[in-house]
């Protein structure tokens, strides 16, 4: 695909915030956007220049909505892979493609791929009934955590496990769900990597930031992480190598555990403009909205010099609904045009200058 010109259109897959800011982010670069989603109110299509409302498991509405596009991207990785294969089987441009999605969206399938990139994981094994926990909890030191293989999200769909714990109790807690049993990993803190792959396949890393997170959800994003230079060249690495890897195109975010000792631990990694990576368009020359429209269209890279020392902070269910001169006071405020305030739920963020 040549590079596309000012005024092309590009499809977004998906109606949320990510979609949101993606759509800001092409416009401000003269694209228009057209979102395809299953909801008739959501925050993307209030921004974008057009709308269709569609299932997508609905290959003849998906693919009546795509022949209008020039690109077509995704801003979540739930997206049925059976979609993009549609889209891709017609001649349709689709990046980051559906091998992203593919790998992504099943867990085991995820940790098995970054250990054949070379990348360090916990110790995991398949459960699919509540006699697979016992020998490996107990391989693992008798700690671990059971996760459901797909859809959990935000420290949704799973649940902490010792040795001995009742085993059936916790996989009813996960629907019985198909499932993964994580070791537990005694780490300092989490990281993030925030990678670009272009259509040549360079690539370029964010400095990373050092996550904290409440209850599963992403609080606060600090950068720099102040690690050191070591860690963070052998995050950038990993990170760089998994998107050679699915032949990506666009941006990606891989969160790390960092132990003690500095050796890094893959947890899992997201095929789309990441929350950790919200900081990027106020204190980088290129934000990663903006980079990853760059990516799917085929232009070059933007610089990603990191002008400040930055903080991102989420603002979750009612914290957003306060009086908006009170939330900016000190900060860029981002809200993300949701209709209702739900406990955890991410509303909106505030990115402050550190100084």
């Not at 228009?32 to 057009?50: F, G």
């Not at 891989?254 to 919200?278: I, Y």
Request: glycine share 8%; aromatic share 6%; hydrophobic share 45%.
């Amino acid at each position: 695909m040549t590079p596309l010109k000012a005024g092309s259109t590009i499809g977004i897959l998906g109606g949320g915030q990510l979609g949101r800011m993606l759509a800001s982010s092409a416009a401000q670069l003269g694209f228009d956007v057209s979102i395809y989603c299953p909801e008739d109110d959501c925050p993307a299509a209030r921004v974008a220049a057009s709308h269709t409302f569609g299932q997508y498991n609905d290959p003849a509405a998906l693919l009546a909505w795509a022949q209008s596009c020039d690109v077509v991207t995704y801003e979540f990785e739930n997206v049925p892979v059976t979609a993009a294969e549609a889209l891709i089987a017609a001649g349709i441009t689709v990046r980051p493609g559906a091998k992203p999605l593919e790998v992504s969206q099943d867990r085991l399938t995820e940790k098995a791929f970054l250990r054949e990139c070379g990348i360090p994981t916990a110790d995991f094994a398949a459960v699919n009934a509540p006699d697979d926990i016992a020998d490996p909890i107990k391989a693992f030191g008798g700690k671990g955590i059971l996760k459901t293989c797909r859809d959990g999200y935000d420290g949704k769909g799973q649940v902490r496990l010792e040795e001995g714990d009742d085993y059936v109790a916790a996989c009813k807690a996960l629907a019985n769900a198909p499932s993964i049993l994580e070791a537990f990993v005694p780490f300092e803190l989490e990281v993030s990597v925030i990678v670009a792959r272009d259509a040549v396949g360079d690539t370029l890393c964010y400095d990373l930031p050092r996550n904290e997170h409440v209850n599963g959800i992403l609080r606060r994003s600090v950068v720099p992480s102040n690690l050191a230079e070591d860690v963070v060249k052998n995050a950038c690495e990993a990170a760089e190598k998994l998107a050679h890897a699915l032949e990506y195109v666009g941006v990606l975010a891989l969160e790390f555990f960092v132990m003690k000792d500095g050796s890094l631990m893959a947890n899992e990694f997201a095929p789309r403009v990441h929350n950790s990576g919200h900081w990027t368009p106020e204190a980088c020359a290129t934000g990663q909205f903006e980079q990853h429209i760059r990516a799917v269209v085929g232009w070059p890279l933007g610089p990603v010099t990191r002008f400040h020392d930055v903080e991102m902070l989420n603002l979750l269910g009612e914290e957003a609904m306060v009086p908006p001169e009170v939330l900016s006071a000190d900060g860029v405020l981002t809200l993300y045009g949701k209709r209702e305030a739900k406990a955890g739920r991410k509303m909106g963020h505030l990115v402050r200058r550190r100084v």
